[in-house]
């Protein structure tokens, strides 16, 4: 006999629900529920308003770019305002490009988002599309989601069973759950365990999700339901030589790798958006990360931020080639490192 092994790359980008007992399998928890889940609202919230505002931002510079291209045109040669004018345009142009820049990330960034309950099954569009393969997808997810929020308990009592007459029985009594879905729920449950780092649980549901996964495979080999064929499994299981046994521990060694491999990258990910969203945070009027700014710049010029010595800062300046010089403060001041005065900032820019 041979295992095919479970696949749970379906659900690789859908957030484990706010409703999935990641404490403990018999502990209730609704108001950690409850928060988790006003916070995902809350990131979807305050992610959907900066998209709203980059184009709002964007429209605005396109209008006063527009205008001022109308402004340029109609000056006759020799007119003292084209020079003011023609700056006008080259910063306004540049302001352009950053902001269709920001765009574009910021809708990279809307697509590599994860599916949650909140999401995967809204309306993608207000219009009838001829292509049903996305909707199929959305369906099976829902399916799935349903599946498991009706027999959570259940499916979690069958992971934490230990002997095999345990097993066989409450599949006798709940012959609903011998199905590829409670397969991909119990690999689910070891995942979170993984990340919860409950390793000893994580490995008694993963043993579990190999049963069943067994019991799918033997399903198809013979082209009978599954629910006739889980008591000749665990016949089978009950008697098998070395060779069947061996192939069994593999199976299973085989997920529990998985299963860390999954929750290192989950891990991972939540710790990358988290360091995003503080970097997102740090971010100054121009859009720049102080402290990424703060470690290009030369140790002189770091020293008279570190002691708040705005002499010693116009000293460096000062000895520093005036093109980098302008470089630098201009980052400073885009990052919020470096708030100048009114005066100071015309300076700036006149420079």
């Not at 490009?97 to 990279?108: L, S």
């Not at 012959?175 to 919860?196: F, G, Q, S, Y």
């Not at 006739?228 to 069947?244: E, H, L, M, P, V």
């Not at 002499?311 to 460096?316: A, G, I, N, Y």
């Amino acid at each position: 006999m041979s295992s095919s092994g479970i696949d749970y790359s379906a659900w690789d980008h859908i957030e484990v629900s706010d409703n999935e007992d990641e404490t403990s399998p018999f502990v209730d928890t609704p108001s950690l529920f409850r928060m988790r889940h006003r916070a995902r609202l809350e990131r979807m919230a305050a992610f959907q308003q900066r998209g709203e505002e980059l184009e709002v931002n964007s429209e605005a510079c396109r209008r006063m770019l527009e205008e001022a291209r109308q402004r340029l045109c109609a000056l006759e040669d020799g007119d003292p305002e084209i020079t003011s004018v023609e700056a006008e345009v080259r910063k306004l142009e540049k302001d352009q490009k950053r902001f269709e820049q920001m765009i574009e990330e910021y809708r990279r960034e809307e697509r590599r988002l994860p599916w949650n309950v909140d999401t995967i099954c809204q309306d993608g569009f207000d219009k009838s599309v001829l292509n049903t393969k996305p909707a199929e997808e959305k369906e099976k997810v829902e399916a799935h989601r349903s599946f498991a929020e009706k027999y959570s308990s259940e499916i979690k009592h069958f992971g934490m069973l230990r002997r095999w007459d345990d097993s066989q029985q409450f599949l006798s009594d709940n012959p609903h759950l011998v199905c590829e879905e409670t397969a991909n729920c119990l690999v689910v449950v070891c995942v979170d365990l993984e990340i919860d780092e409950k390793p000893a649980l994580m490995e008694q549901v993963a043993h579990q999700a190999i049963v069943l996964q067994f019991i799918l495979d033997l399903s198809k080999a013979l082209k009978r339901d599954p629910r006739g064929c889980f008591r000749q499994f665990f016949s089978n299981i009950k008697t098998a030589d070395k060779t069947y046994l061996d192939q069994f521990e593999q199976e299973l060694e085989q997920l529990k790798e998985r299963v860390r491999s999954c929750a290192k990258a989950r891990v991972h990910d939540t710790m990358k958006e988290l360091e995003e969203e503080e970097r997102q945070k740090r971010l100054g009027p121009g859009l720049l990360d102080p402290q990424e700014v703060y470690d290009s710049l030369p140790k002189e010029m770091q020293r008279s931020f570190d002691e708040k010595n705005v002499q010693l800062l116009h000293e460096v300046i000062n000895r520093m080639d005036p093109q980098e010089a302008k470089f630098h403060m201009l980052r400073c001041i885009d990052s919020g490192l470096w708030v100048p005065d009114p005066g100071e900032a015309e300076d700036e820019e006149d420079s």
